[in-house]
């Protein structure tokens, strides 16, 4: 039970009646999850954070904090069992760890959940891969959810249950998702789906959502599996109908506490009829999706947004509400197309214009955050080397305007503090694969708070989109091999509100109803338990010298041809040149031009160069620079320094050419009704069948279908015996 104060009553006989409140200073401070509450704001409540406090925070030289692996997930902040509080982190490697959350040292550690994958994906941008979203706390029950791709024969994503307390694996677990999910016949493919995305957990379920690999390569789809935590054998899922449509965003499944909330990215071979993609997706308990309006919505000019594989999914969803407008409880979208969507997250609308649009910067994997001041409503996220702040205005309807913004080199995501909900907010980010600090900015203003700290505060191996956690005055960051700590200096704390005051009191307004009526609950066949056969590590091992704060070292010379040089037409593929040759860990938003990440890349040479390439031209008129953050990815001998240079871009002037002056000839204009032939394989309610009236000019747009077409899949294919869990008894390096 969490208790968040106490009323001491004092009575005095002779005078009078007093009464006085006071906080319980041992109050429980929770971080269960990505984003520290469901509708994934990033905001924590803690009284530690004033602006002076923040601007002297140093990070806790005695503060261990030593894992094995590359980070890709937040870490959590969990208090109220027999250790004390503890930090929970998860690496690439599958190795999960609880640290003692004052010296750093390891409580227990689970090193036998599975080897990750290092090799055999079709594609993918990630090595080693394994646990890679951000896991979820069920308090109630002491329970560390979250999901491992394990390696073997066949690859698997395993949905894992531990005891938060000991690591143990809790009975019923792990769930072998290949076994057990469907939706319609789509089966589900670990080959081809990656969980990049925060796990949820809303009324006794977890959902997890997947995406494909960094490529696009195979036939995946955007899907999220829901697992009833105290029967594991039931599970439930949804896909998106259309190939493609993954789940992209780091903060994974939003919630308001009934419904949950996630944003697909683009589809393909859909023949112009919309097949989940592009989308905001509203899932009710299961998950089930009604296919009604209400439940999903994606701009008018889809088709075009997944012809130029422009993911509206950049960013996962994240729910605001905004006192005084109308509508207030909204749900926010940004993506590769630069644009911010705000809609009534109560009626999402179906195809169709949003509540507001403004064009706010290309945002691509990262998690945004939304605080409230005096001043208004806010949104804070990160668009290249800038992070931005923007106002929802409290009208009907509302709209999107411009707060502030500043430049920081890097490409962490931001989350939040305030000493009480809505005073003395602080937009803090890390300057991951960039300056490598903490940073921590005004959240009215962008004014800076907190300015990187001197040579202790440095930190390393820190990855992009990554965010920090806060709780009793305490900021802690997960990063490769390390989790770091930074304290407020002794006599400057006073005692923390409990961070889990932080969740809004969402009111969803009751989901419509779906005319085709879906079988209740779960129904597959039980399945053989798979246990752990392993005990899990429990014993603190001895503490290691803690690391000492180093600056990176060149592994490389960078060059590249297009430095200096001035070109007359607006390039799309650029050149870098490594010496010597053999770069690891890159990624297509390392490179950027103008703050504007390639698309795609290619290694070629042996490894000593790589072509960066990108959808549209990033040129503009006059001087451009090109970028790469120091350790964006690593060479040979250490990580690549920072690169900068310019070039030049003049378009041709056209030459001017006699025009003739004739008679226009009238044209007759046909108009030719048309109706859609194209329809899905699955109906589950009646879809109205839109007339599209042509005028005869190029060629038809085909028009999309407002009304989804794929039924929700209410019995999961029966899950056969599955063999024993890989790697139980194996040692992961």
Known sequence: MRVVGLAIMKFSLLISVCCTAAFVANAQVNVTQKNNNPSRDGLYIDAAFTPPNAASLVRDLNFNGTIVGNVHAQPLYIEGGPNGAMIIAVTASNNIYALNATTGAVIWQRTDIGPPVTSGLPCGNVSPVGTIGTPVVDLASRSLLFDALIDGVTKKHFIYSLNVDTGATNPGWPVDVNATAMYNGILFSSLVQEDRGA???????????????????????????????????????????????????????????????????????????????????????????????????????????????????????????????????????????????????????????????????????????????????????????TVKAYKITPTTPPTIVFAWSVSQTGSGSPWVTTTDGTNNAIVWVVGAQGDHRLHGYNGDTGAVVYAGGGANELMIGDRKWNTGIAARGSIYVANDNKVYAFRIPAGGTPTPTPTATATAAFTPTATATATATPTAGFTPTPTATATATATPTSTPIATPTASPSVTPTPGCAVTSPNCGTTVFSPPTDFTVNLSPPGPANVEASDFTVNGIPADSFMIMSGGGTIHFFFNTSPAVPGQNTIHISACAFTCINGCVPEFTCTFSYEPPTPTPTATATATPTSTATATATSTPTSSPTATATPSPTPTATATASASATPTPRPSPTARPHTTPRPRPTPPPRPGVSRAVR
């Open 199 to 385: 796990l949820a957990l809303v009324n006794g379920i977890v959902y997890v959502p997947y995406s494909g690999y960094f490529g696009d390569c195979g036939s995946y789809h955007g899907w999220v599996v829901g697992v009833d935590i105290n029967n594991p054998v039931n599970v439930g899922a949804w896909a998106t109908t259309a190939a493609k449509g993954g789940i992209w965003g780091h903060s994974g499944v939003a919630s308001d506490g009934t419904n949950m909330f996630v944003i697909t990215g683009n589809t393909t071979g859909t023949g112009g009829v919309w097949g989940g993609g592009e989308a905001i997706i509203r899932l009710q308990a299961g998950p089930f999706w009604s296919g009604m309006p209400t439940d999903y919505w994606a701009p008018t000019n889809w088709l075009s947004l997944d012809n130029g594989d422009t993911d509206l999914g950049g960013v996962s969803a994240m729910l605001i509400d905004v006192p005084g407008a109308n509508p207030s409880q909204l749900v926010l979208a940004t993506g590769k197309d630069n644009n911010a969507y705000l809609l009534n997250r109560n009626n999402l609308g179906g195809i169709t214009a949003p509540v507001a649009q403004l064009s706010v910067g290309f945002t691509i994997g990262q998690s945004s955050a939304t605080y409230r001041t005096a001043q208004g409503t806010y949104f804070v996220f990160r668009t290249g080397s």
